[in-house]
């Protein structure tokens, strides 16, 4: 940790103040649809971006040091703020190159893959150093409110983070993936819903059958009320809406199968329905996997809830991302949000769950939901928490008996 407090003493902050001043510059479906089909210019690209992720990264640096210093203190944490501080420092070096050397632009493209590998196991890295910071500490309500906060921004920036410079490495670089030609960078300009559903339930499904030894099956319908009859497509990018589908079969499969294993009738199938409306497309999965009572729904997206047993994390490529910490469900939702749609659940506990993704219609409309560090984030982090102004069940209920009116 000596080069973050080296780093920490030089001019590296001075420039993560001045660059925080700075709001991000959130950018619709749309707009990085247009760049990359019409005038895509490695030039321009390298203009902006040599700007915008500074500005995004000092934002998430600034807020990063609200959190409590006994999370700071876990290693964890420490070397996913020397990560972002290196990524910081590799992109200031091109804050005064020109973009007419051919060079310049060779060696951006080059630092923003390194950058993109090494944030590759952000999420259970600081994940880890959550786990380490409970398991010392213990859970406190108001400190996990303000983790639940920071996190959920923290990994939306990251979200927004990697779309950046995917788009920039897939236009421009040699990665581009030759089994979708039609692809503009990272996005699909006409994304088949229902085959990404598909796509989603039988990866899901071969994970399920691997451990359980079987799969409730797929029922899926479209409804589209702007084309009757007509395939749903969208404008979207077809890996995150991947990751939040394979979440969703994921949890499906597992409590339908734990529920009805064993019994002769077999499983009930997983229902799916896509629909398309003039704002909105929406793609609800129902199970019958005896749902989640009401007062755990909320737990399934908080961070510092999670159930599962601590996993050994070895930082690597090749595991399954966000095994074992119950990020699933939580990241999913930012996926989701962060083109302005929503991921909810409705349960009914005893019979079943429908989880319902909610994406944007148009692609003008799905502007990235990015976080900014200023004054009413400042002040989230410091305010204490007040006394409920609500009743609160007592443990004991008083005997009623006692207080009759005497007559």
């Known amino acids: 940790m000596r080069l973050f407090g080296f780093l920490l003493k030089n001019k590296a902050p001075k420039q993560i103040e001045y660059y925080s001043r700075f709001s991000p510059s959130p950018l619709s ?15 321009t690209s390298y203009m ?43 992109i200031l070096e091109y804050e005064t190159r020109s973009p007419e050397d051919p060079q310049v632009l060779d060696d951006f493209l080059d630092i923003l893959i390194q950058i993109r590998n090494r944030h590759n196991d952000v999420v259970p ?7 380490e910071y409970k398991e010392k500490y213990g859970f406190d309500p108001f400190i996990s409110s303000n983790i639940q906060y920071f996190l959920d921004r923290f990994y939306t920036n990251r979200i927004s983070f990697r779309m950046l410079i995917n788009q920039h490495t897939l236009l421009f670089g040699n990665d581009t993936n030759p ?25 899901a499904k071969m994970l399920c059958e691997q451990y359980y030894m079987a799969a409730p099956e797929l029922e899926i319908e479209e409804f589209n009320a702007k084309a009757p009859k007509k395939n749903i497509q969208v404008v979207y990018v077809p890996s995150h809406l991947f990751h939040m589908l394979f979440e969703l079969f994921k949890n499906s499969m597992r409590a339908t199968v734990e529920l009805h294993e064993g019994r002769s009738e077999g499983f009930p199938p997983i229902k799916t329905m896509v629909t398309l409306g003039k704002e909105d497309l929406s793609i609800k ?30 930082p690597s490529s090749t595991a399954a991302p966000l095994a074992g910490f119950g990020y699933g469900l939580p990241i999913s939702r930012l996926y989701a949000r962060y083109f302005q749609g929503d991921l909810k659940l409705y349960s009914m506990e005893g019979v079943g769950t429908d989880a319902v993704i909610y994406l944007k219609a148009l692609s003008s409309e799905s502007f990235e939901r990015l976080p900014v560090f200023n004054k009413s984030a400042w002040r989230h982090y410091q305010t204490s928490p007040e006394a409920d102004d609500w009743s609160n069940p007592s443990s004991e209920p008083r005997d009623a008996s006692k207080y009759k009116a005497n007559r």
């Not at 479906?29 to 030039?43: M, P, S, V, W, Y």
Request: net charge positive; charged share 25%.
């Open 29 to 43: 479906i749309k707009q990085f649809l247009d760049f990359g089909r019409n005038n895509a210019c490695e030039k």
């Open 48 to 90: 902006f971006l040599r700007k915008e992720l500074p500005v995004r990264l000092a934002n998430t640096m600034r807020e990063v040091n609200l959190l409590p210093d006994k999370l700071l203190s876990r290693p964890s944490v420490r070397l996913v703020q020397t990560w972002y501080m290196q990524s910081f420092l590799d």
């Open 125 to 131: 890295t600081m994940a880890q150093g959550v786990i």
């Open 179 to 203: 089994a979708h030609p039609k692809h503009i960078g990272s996005i699909d300009p006409t994304c088949n819903v229902a085959d990404v559903v598909k796509d989603a339930y039988e990866t």
């Open 285 to 314: 999965i129902c199970d019958k996997g005896g749902g989640v009572p009401l007062r755990k729904i909320e737990r399934l997206f908080n961070y510092m809830y999670s159930t599962a047993p601590r996993p050994n994390f070895e």
